[in-house]
């Protein structure tokens, strides 16, 4: 059975390059569900996500390989992705908040444990020594005294375990919505697996879509 696994490329961005890519990645043996362009730098580099399919005879590595033939091209990461079937389940999610930007953190709250096949998700803003909810799915615990910590998570990424939370990996994802409101998307799997790099990145993505939507409310 193909597994299907999430490259993230910087390439030139230039007329060709992107074909390039995906000739090099085909020529290796990969087939290509999906590419995302995830930004356009001003000094001229592109950076990609690439959505492929290996079979079990072909190794991720080789697609390292394939992509460091090509000049100026170099791999941020590759890793399994577990999260979803393809990048497009992303944007049909996103629709259930952009729908409505008064409710967006609310709406992507909602969808999180689903796209993300995660156990809960939280919606926090940070007090003065804690951390207040906003917003949970309907099976997310009650915030103790370590979720504190929360208040200054910077990046997206993965967070340190909460022992009165047994065996519960942890990830989140800070946010400002454009009234200036501060927030972070929290996000717990009861005993693993651990959060993948595609996982957290595509986090980003959805966390910063949904701060720049929210309106009115926040």
Do not use: Y
């Amino acid at each position: 059975m193909d597994m299907a696994f999430l490259l993230r490329v910087e390439l030139p961005d230039v007329p060709g390059s992107l074909g390039a890519l995906a000739t090099a990645l085909g020529t290796a043996g990969a087939d290509i569900e999906a590419i995302e362009i995830v930004e356009h730098r001003a000094d001229g580099v592109a950076v990609d996500d690439v959505l492929l399919e290996l079979a079990p005879s072909v190794m991720p590595d080789a697609m390292i390989t394939a992509c460091q033939s090509l000049e100026g091209v170099r791999v941020h990461w590759i890793s399994r992705n577990t999260a979803g079937a393809n990048l497009s389940m992303d944007l049909e999610e996103v629709e259930a908040f952009t729908e409505e930007p008064d409710l967006a953190i609310e709406r992507l709250v909602e969808v999180i444990p689903a796209t993300f096949r995660t156990d809960w998700a939280l919606a926090v803003t940070p007090t003065d020594d804690a951390v207040e909810v906003c917003f949970s799915s309907s099976t997310a615990p009650q915030v103790v005294e370590a979720c504190a910590s929360w208040r200054t998570v910077e990046k997206a990424g993965p967070l340190p375990d909460i022992d009165d939370w047994d065996s519960t990996i942890l990830a989140g994802c800070p946010g400002t919505t454009r009234g200036g409101t501060k927030f972070v998307i929290v996000v717990g799997r009861h005993g693993g697996p651990e959060f993948l790099g595609s996982e957290i990145a595509r986090l980003g993505h959805m966390v910063s879509l949904a701060a720049s939507v929210q309106t009115a409310s926040d």
